[in-house]
């Protein structure tokens, strides 16, 4: 089992920036990739960012030249630096981490606003 907690959601002005972390604990070493996904109010959840078994990010189009996600397997964390933000991007925003055998787990969700 894979444990996830986010951290770092809150209320922004547009074109600011925000930095959101996620902490993995638990069976740590069957990670085999992890990501950001968010759920907008009205609409289905989505993939922002995330970091495969090769090490590269991939990015969403929405995410792509605003958006960073970086993985630091030392402390079993995986942080989105969120900048130039818009009130599109507000919405609930989820970790996600796959295992090797195919399981997915999900954080409880951070909550970001993007509101002038």
């Known amino acids: 089992q894979v444990q996830l907690v986010e951290s770092g959601g809150g209320l922004v002005q547009p074109g600011g920036s925000l930095r959101l972390s996620c902490v993995a604990s638990?069976?740590?070493?069957?990670?085999?990739?992890m990501g950001w996904y968010r759920r907008a109010p009205g609409k289905s959840r989505e993939l922002v960012a995330g970091?495969?078994?090769?090490?590269?990010?991939n990015y969403a189009l929405h995410a792509e030249g605003r958006f960073t996600v970086s993985r630091d397997n030392g402390a079993h964390t995986l942080d989105l630096q969120m900048d130039n933000l818009n009130p599109e991007d507000t919405a609930a925003y989820y970790c996600?981490?796959?295992?090797?055998?195919?399981?997915?787990?999900w954080g409880q969700g951070t909550q970001v606003d993007v509101s002038a």
């Open positions: 996600n981490a796959a295992d090797i055998s195919g399981q997915l787990y």
């Open positions: 638990g069976s740590i070493e069957n990670i085999k990739a």
């Open positions: 970091i495969g078994a090769s090490g590269r990010p």
